[in-house]
């Protein structure tokens, strides 16, 4: 079973990886900076919409970062 922090874990690889900044990625997902910041440091989880919004701009699975299903 996948537990809220491997969850986190994923995204957070995945906004590192992205070679996207994290004020760019803020911006196409409809974010202030410092919240991209509180997903990166803090047990912060966006909301519903911003979370597949992301999921796009990363160009990554959301099955991928919830560990479910295949990627």
Known sequence: MVNLHEIQQRM???IAG????QKEIAVRIGVSAQTVS???RKDVF???D?????CAVLDVSSNYIL?????
């Open 50 to 54: 911003t979370f597949a919004r992301l």
């Open 67 to 71: 560990g479910i299903g295949e990627y």
């Open 46 to 48: 966006p909301a519903l």
């Open 12 to 14: 957070r690889e995945c």
């Open 38 to 40: 509180k997903y990166m």
């Open 18 to 21: 992205s070679g996207i900044p």
